[in-house]
């Protein structure tokens, strides 16, 4: 583990931006609101005179009470002072507000933009990245960015404090305003040389906040898993590990930032006492009068600190461009699955073709090899094979999940990469082994893949599925809250629901992926009599492990290593006496049996 632990958990679509790159990126998100942020710098301006004119006040009125006492009146200059700084307050609470909003706003806008990039992206990104890690990017990164724009705002109106000064000190004593600003190159130097290892150490410490915010929800999705196999234990350990990795990360974080504040101190200390040593030699020449000396004295605070403030400005700066440099990769991560056209399809007839295609997921693991199959409009087609064989491949090809590396795959003739998918997709119906469900009513579930539907719709739907039965079974009927991932629901209550959510749909192609694999025998009865009705009158493509799934399809097609090595009906391929009857013999018939046997228990 190197000092700045480079290259931490960095993911493949991360890059590297300039300063400069991020900086016009980010303004490009403030152009929408430049009148706001107009605005803001008009009374940050007026806020610095404000503030600068305080010194000056209590400058003058030194001076006055020294050289012409008679003259110097206390309430007015009480009324002037009470005057600028009500004025700055008024100034700056504007500021904070107009800033807030303006923030806010773009706030808003780059994680909507944020949330927008994590739906486009295919799902192979999702194979390959934790969800914690995006959701990290997707809340922390981006209100890292909007406290960092904050941090800069604040900053502006202390810097345009300290050039308003300088040059009214610059009106008042040439040489001691020289002396005043001689160590600023010194200190602002110092401080962007910092950004070089703060800008490292910051994005390390995203990272493994990130990984962090990924463990921890994994755990918990997963915590069932873990109470079943005891294994709290365990996965506690593991937390600790990454936690302690964590730690020490944000360690050497602190360390770098807390260094560089002794050296910014020391060098404005030398300033200070070179600013006190000439202001003592000339107020005893009589060159400086009272008035002047405090207002160098006062001069000094108001410059330094502004200035040895850059690098703590710089840590919190780097944190921004390093969580905004995190957002924008995830905005700008390429999608392997590109369309060469854009064409909205509102009807399919469901015919599909794979014309000697090359599939993988991974460089070097072939899935599928000069795939050739056609699947006819309406036809059932069923998918069999052991596991690898690339039949959900099928499946995820064709809801175009993913990007193949050769050949071509046609829907009704036409390339699949010439439409538009959010069109394409609305005449899919999926239903998966274990469907997943929303938090919400098991009518809002139903009501998921088609928003307009009435509740007439919804509730004649719900009874074409097992005629209804299952809906005795539910606690509200229709109304039964299904909880989060539809906990409250059995397993093939979810299936059941899965299926009407397809049905009220009415897809043109429907995908069954093993849908029965989990189930018990009256609700696989239940969920046969609701896929009896979607398979009607439309293309279909089952994988499936029960028999009662295949064994009427259209034509059964057997899987091995990406191939097509027999293809038929159940009893051509039966008396054929090829795999498919091995695999029929060894498994299928088996459980067949067993499915009798458990019916007539």
């Known amino acids: 583990m190197g000092f700045l632990m480079d290259g931490l958990d960095a993911e493949d679509y991360d890059r590297q931006y300039s300063d400069w790159e991020l900086v016009k990126r980010i303004l490009g998100y403030f152009k929408p609101h430049l009148w706001k942020m107009v605005v803001v710098g008009l009374v940050v301006f007026l806020s610095s005179l404000m503030e600068l004119s305080l010194p000056i006040v209590v400058s003058m009125a030194l001076d006055q009470l020294q050289f012409t006492p008679e003259t110097f009146d206390p309430v007015g200059v009480a009324v002037i002072l009470t005057a600028a700084a009500s004025m700055s307050w008024v100034a700056n609470m504007v500021r904070q507000w107009l800033s ?157 930032f807390s260094s560089i504040f002794p050296i910014l101190i020391t060098i404005a200390g030398v300033g200070v006492a070179a600013v006190v040593w000439f202001g003592i030699n000339l107020a005893q020449a009589g060159v400086l009068t ?158 998921y893949g088609k928003p307009e539907a009435t509740d007439e719709e919804v509730i004649d739907i719900a009874y074409k599925v097992g005629r209804g039965d299952w809906l005795v079974s539910l606690q509200d009927g229709l109304d039964t809250q299904v909880g989060e991932r539809g906990g409250n629901l059995s397993m093939g209550q979810r299936q059941l629901v899965a299926i009407a959510r397809v049905l009220l749909q009415d897809p043109a192609i429907f995908i069954l992926d093993e849908a029965t694999a989990s189930v018990d025998p009256l609700t696989e009865t239940l969920i046969q009599e609701g896929l009896d009705v979607l398979l009607g009158n439309r293309t279909s493509i089952v994988i499936a492990h029960r028999l009662s799934t295949i064994r009427h399809a259209d034509r059964i097609i057997v899987l091995d290593q990406g191939e097509i090595i027999e293809s038929g009906t159940h009893d051509q391929l039966m008396s054929s006496g090829g795999h498919y009857a091995t695999l029929y013999d060894s498994y299928f018939r088996h459980q067949s049996l067993e499915y009798m046997e458990r019916m007539a228990g």
């Open 100 to 256: 807030a909003e303006a923030v806010g706003d773009v706030t808003l806008d780059l994680r909507e933009d944020a949330f927008s990039a994590v739906t486009e992206r295919d799902m192979s990104f999702y194979d390959q990245y934790p969800t914690g890690k995006i959701v990290s990017r997707t809340l922390s990164d981006t209100q890292a960015f909007s406290e960092t724009v904050r941090l800069s705002i604040n900053l502006m109106s202390q810097l345009l404090l300290v050039v308003l000064l300088i040059i009214y000190l610059f009106t008042v004593n040439v040489n001691m305003t020289l002396i005043l600003i001689a160590i600023i190159p010194f200190i602002v130097y110092t401080a962007l040389k910092f950004r070089i290892i703060a800008r490292r150490t910051v994005t390390n410490s995203r990272r493994q906040l990130a990984t962090v915010n990924a463990h921890i929800q994994e755990s918990i999705s997963g915590i069932g898993v873990a109470k079943a196999f005891r294994r709290e234990q365990m996965i506690y350990d593991e937390f600790k590990s990454v936690n302690e990795k964590s730690y020490q990360v944000e360690k050497i974080n602190g360390f770098v």
């Open 290 to 447: 009272a008035g002047v000396w405090f207002l160098f004295i006062q001069g000094m605070g108001r410059i330094w600190f502004p200035l040895t403030s850059i690098a703590s400005f710089w840590s919190q700066f780097q944190l921004g461009l390093a969580a905004g440099e995190r957002v924008f990769a995830l905005l700008d991560a390429e999608a392997l699955v590109k369309q060469k056209a854009d064409v909205q399809v509102s009807h399919i007839d469901g015919g599909i073709e794979f014309v000697d295609m090359d599939f993988h997921y991974n460089e070097g693991e072939q899935v599928l090899r000069r795939f050739n199959l056609e699947i006819r409009p309406g036809e059932t087609l069923a998918l069999v094979g052991h596991t690898g064989s690339g039949k959900s491949s099928i499946a995820k090809l064709i809801n175009r999940f993913y990007e193949y590396q050769s050949g071509e795959l046609l829907v009704d003739g036409r390339d699949i990469r010439i439409f538009n998918l959010p069109s394409y997709r609305s005449q899919l119906g999926v239903v998966t082994q274990t469907p997943f469900l929303f938090d919400g009513t098991v009518t809002e579930n139903i009501r």
